[in-house]
């Protein structure tokens, strides 16, 4: 074999490793990309009387919204309503608020395979007080990233509520499924009239520490598996081909070769 023969092969052998090497790389660059961009899912399941003491759920929920916002400010629905309000309506407004509040939340994280210490699961209870006898209303629960944006993550059913009674507590328990990427999130309850949509109370970090920091991913992200093979697809539905196997047949190529000459 004459010395340029050598050279060149060498050359050929360095060209196909680092194509294929940039073709892996694309490849995992692209799913990331898609997986922190993607839509979010999560499932519900609704216990809305007798709190944890329930056995089964009333009603199971599936949701899903646009891709988890991480930055930019973290604006309340109470931020929003006390900017649009007048000063004089502003009064008016606070005394209305009053006639509602959280007394309490109480969160439970589960839901952790890989052991990492963060959970796809969250299990919500919370009860809402008010100062009249009874009153029909609904919850809309927000996460926030990293001290990010409040991104909704699920909605309650209609629930009736009792004066001040300690009796109507409603819990929620959601599964994360996609779209949450892993870190510390904080946790926001807003309150809402279940009749006219108005805006009634919320309960949030600034209430309770307990809501915030909460070390959480998707289902996901919990247990990733190293066992499916990376693919990489060909335009016109022409199927797919695995990165490993384009590196074998490279080698083999090149082994021939060398014992050819």
Known sequence: MSRKTSRDEYRLSQGLIAAVYLLLLGVLTIATASAETAERSSSSKHFIEGGRTTTSAEVETIDRFAPLATEGGRQRTADAAKSNESAASQGVAAASANDFWIFDADIVLFGDDDRDGYFYGVD???????????????GVLYLSYQGGPWNEY???????????????????VTELQSGYLTGDYDLLIELFDADTGEFLTDFGPESDSGLSILPLEDFNRDA????????????????SVGIWLLL???????????SGV
């Not at 919500?124 to 609904?138: G, K």
């Open 124 to 138: 919500v209870l919370f009860d809402a007080d008010t100062i009249w006898s009874s009153a029909d209303v609904y």
């Open 154 to 172: 699920a909605v309650t059913e209609d629930f009736r509520i009792f004066g001040a009674s300690a009796d109507d507590e409603y819990v929620i």
């Open 248 to 258: 074998a047949l490279a080698f083999t190529w090149l082994r021939t070769r060398r």
């Open 224 to 239: 990733p598996r190293f066992d499916t093979p990376v693919t990489v697809s060909r335009g016109g539905g022409g199927g």
